[in-house]
């Protein structure tokens, strides 16, 4: 400013003041001037919620855990501070408790889901970009989709809190690393996958604690129907759970990413990231395994370089079955983490010569190229399994943001891919939709295929494959479309490579099962073309639909007389979930008998029917050690429980037996049967999970409306020899043939099973012993078999 300016600058303020002087003279003094009212004060900060605030702790403090209601509140808390994050309630779970979402990003992100998720759907089916100046924008603008998931199973509770720590950090956190995940990430984080199991969890947890059941399992399954298994249903997706992910998450915002975070057992690695071991179901995409690989990896030397050791790579878990990797066959990656677990929420203490010798693809005490810096042994806390679960999501998220451009043309790349066909697949798989298909099979399967948006069409005129005609509305799937390797997994047989820990040796074990050819497991014909059919297709249709229900069980007066007695051990076991949510499913009376009941005898007097799900003898026998358990939980039916059943038969009542509790029948009622795999090494016989044809003598009740040969579940079961036929009736059989038992999986050694029965009924006095070899209603997937237990419990 010059002299001059500065002087007129004086001059006119002068002015100003002396005007302002001589205006005031002028005013009355008698009146008062009126006050203005203060200025407004600035809004206060948004104070973000702290866990402790809410939860009252600290996530990661010794003996600390909540119910699920609890941390509702504070996500619901946090979403209300911060502008970063969004509460969804998306259903209810199994038992009612709200099941929600968190979705975090930028403000900026948050403003325009709706315009990312449509980008993001152009990549995930590439047929609806119909310009490159749409593709483009897409890849240019489009944000990494990541969906986090915890605490699928309850006890590894470091996944009930890991989500609060990283949620907290997100909304808080200023650094640029943040701002980068925020800016270039959208997130979706399910904080767990199984609510009601944190609140049974929880509650066990803080009822016993300071006593000697202090971090043990709950006596009871800690999801409603499934248990552990909650985990094994991406594809079946029988459970609320399950659909609702998928349904409102999986299919509509088609993440690049899933990060699934677990724990695994307390005397090996302290964490566990991708690469999978070996084998890598056939199916998926290379280039998704490509960033399986470098991603885990990533993650690791992330970790590493922060100072956390014990971490392993390439080692325990393959990815071979899709029940666990749903996003493996939706154009996505899916990492699994497993981090070492505790006694619950206490601490527990693992010095360096107590971790394992050797594991799978590593040995704990050793350095290798898969484990580059072992864990010394020590004290282990809960403070430490949030802290490495909440490192590896961030470096995750982190990773996600910095290669955004990567993830979404790798997705792209996959999609059209799938799109366009691979080289050497068949055409298509072609379903009749008349009998003989089981309408409520077919409706099931085809029900499957939707939920994972596999179109189906059909055909509009009749056509003629492999010989046989074929009418117009048969379906076709055409393996030519976005997830047309979710539908060819799940039509076509398993062919398991034969691994063996060394040449010559005993089987490598899968980290799962073997098979999940749901046309077998369901009793459905998908018959596969190889090339083009010369048939007018339709747009894609919607499945048919059926409810479920069995002759025998739906008329009010049949079940009103029908009294089925279903065994519930203290020791949960999944199989009896499975079985509870078939019953339930197709409407089949039943009640539960807990230990105590069975002990209590005169079982006549209250069921015709009992039902020992697939258990081994001396779980059953012995239950929960009565050391670690108080009553009523522990100590199994014990010999006096073996002694009401044996009489239950005795006068009159009909004992069903799944599988390995068969042989706890065998050897409590001294039935004239031989288990033929008794004792049997792995090397001499091994069927990881498989599916064995099985024959039926369809004269018999049990056999009444099945084919004569079907498809069954292997899995640890028995086999039999009849050792008195005057009492034993064989109604199923494994096929003499030993190159014909295996439809789908792997077996060793079939011979020693080829022939033997696989189904008996057994007459002691009055009643009758129903022995399965096999479980009839595995995971809810196998209706094929369903017949077979429902007649089970009708014979007379």
Do not use: C
């Not at 807990?594 to 079982?603: E, F, H, I, Q």
């Amino acid at each position: 400013m010059t002299v001059r300016s500065r002087a007129l600058v004086g001059l006119v303020v002068l002015t100003l003041t002396a005007a302002t002087a001589d205006l005031a003279a002028q005013r009355p003094t008698q009146r008062a001037t009126p006050r203005r009212p203060p200025p407004a004060r600035p809004a206060a900060p948004v104070v973000i919620p702290t866990p402790r605030s809410i939860l009252g702790f600290d996530p990661g403090d010794d003996r600390k855990l909540v119910e699920w209601p609890v941390l509702v509140r504070y996500y619901q808390a946090l979403a209300r501070a911060s502008d970063r994050v969004d509460f969804r309630e998306l259903g209810k779970t199994t038992l009612g408790a709200p099941f929600v979402a968190l979705v975090i990003s930028s403000p900026q992100n948050l403003r325009q889901l709706d315009r990312y998720r449509r980008l993001n759907a152009g990549l995930a089916d590439p047929r609806t970009l119909r310009t490159n100046t749409a593709t483009q924008e897409a890849l240019r603008d489009g944000k990494t989709i990541v969906l986090i998931t915890s605490s699928i199973h309850s006890t590894e509770v470091g996944g009930h809190l890991t989500p609060v720590a990283l949620a907290y950090r997100l909304a808080t956190d200023t650094s640029a690393s943040t701002r980068a995940i925020l800016d270039n990430v959208i997130l979706w984080l399910v904080p767990s996958l199984n609510p009601d199991g944190v609140t049974i969890v929880s509650r066990w947890y803080n009822r016993t604690l300071g006593t000697s059941a202090e971090g043990s399992s709950p006596p009871e399954l800690y999801h409603h129907y499934t248990g552990h298994d909650n985990n094994r249903d991406w594809y079946a997706f029988t459970q609320v759970e399950t659909q609702i992910t998928v349904d409102s998450l999986q299919n509509v915002w088609h993440p690049q990413i899933v990060h699934d975070i677990h724990q695994m057992g307390s005397d090996g690695a302290r964490l566990f990231l991708p690469p999978y071991l070996d084998p890598v179901e056939p199916n998926v995409d290379p280039l998704l395994i490509d960033g399986v690989n470098a991603l885990g990896m990533a993650m690791a030397w992330e970790l590493a370089g922060q100072g956390k050791t014990g971490i392993s790579t390439n080692s325990t878990y393959d990815a071979w079955t899709p029940a666990r990797a749903f996003q493996h066959y939706h154009g996505g990656v899916r990492i699994l983490s497993e981090t070492a677990s505790g006694q619950l929420a206490s601490p527990i203490d693992v010095p360096f010569d107590r971790l394992q010798e050797r594991s799978r693809g590593y040995n704990p005490r050793e350095r290798s190229w898969n484990f580059a810096h072992p864990w010394p042994g020590g004290r282990w806390t809960i403070r430490d399994i949030v802290s490495y679960q909440t490192a590896g999501a961030y470096a995750l998220l982190l990773n996600a943001a910095r290669d955004r451009d990567r993830w979404l043309s790798s997705f792209l790349s996959v999609e059209w891919r799938a799109v366009r066909g691979w080289p050497r697949w068949p055409y298509a798989y072609v379903i009749p939709a008349r009998p003989p298909q089981d309408s409520i099979a077919l409706a099931t399967l085809l029900g499957i295929l939707q939920r994972g948006q596999v179109e189906i069409r059909t055909a509009q005129q009749s056509f003629t494959l492999q010989g046989q005609r074929h009418a117009a509305g048969t379906y076709v799937v055409v393996l030519r479309q976005p997830y047309a390797a979710f539908a060819k997994a799940l039509l076509e047989p398993q062919r398991y490579p034969d691994r063996r820990l060394y040449p010559g040796g005993p089987p490598e074990r899968p980290y799962d099962v073997t098979a999940h050819t749901l046309p077998l497991l369901m009793g459905v014909t998908a018959i596969l073309a190889q090339d083009s059919l010369r048939v007018p297709l339709s747009a894609p249709v919607a499945a048919p639909r059926a409810t479920p229900g069995y002759p025998g069980f739906v008329a009010t007066d049949l079940t009103a007389v029908l009294r089925v007695g279903l065994y519930r051990s203290y020791d949960a076991t999944m199989d009896e979930g499975w079985t509870r949510w078939v019953f339930d499913t197709w409407k089949v009376p039943y009640q539960s008998l807990v230990d105590s009941t069975v002990r209590a005898g005169k079982l006549k007097t209250k069921f015709d029917v009992i039902i020992l799900p697939d258990q081994s003898p001396r779980e059953i026998l012995e239950g929960l050690p009565a050391s670690r358990y108080p009553a009523p939980y522990a100590g199994g039916i014990g010999n006096d429980g073996a002694e009401a059943l044996r009489q239950f038969v005795l006068d009159g009542g009909t004992l069903v037996t799944l599988n390995e509790a068969s042989r706890f029948a065998v050897q409590a009622l001294l039935l004239p049967v031989r288990n033929v795999l008794e004792s049997v090494p792995d090397e001499d016989f091994y069927a990881p999970g498989s599916i064995f044809r099985v024959e039926l003598d369809t004269a018999h009740p049990v056999a009444r409306g099945v084919p004569p040969e079907t498809a069954a579940w292997f899995q640890g079961g028995p086999a039999f020899d009849v050792l008195d036929s005057s009492v034993v009736r064989v109604i199923g059989r494994w096929p003499d043939d030993p190159a014909r038992v295996l439809l789908s999986g792997w077996v060793l050694h079939p011979e020693r099973v080829a022939g033997k029965a696989s189904l008996l009924e057994v007459r002691q006095g009055s009643g009758r012993v129903i022995l399965f070899g096999f479980r009839p209603q595995y995971r809810g997937q196998s209706l094929a078999t369903y017949p077979l237990l429902f007649n089970s419990l009708q014979v007379r």
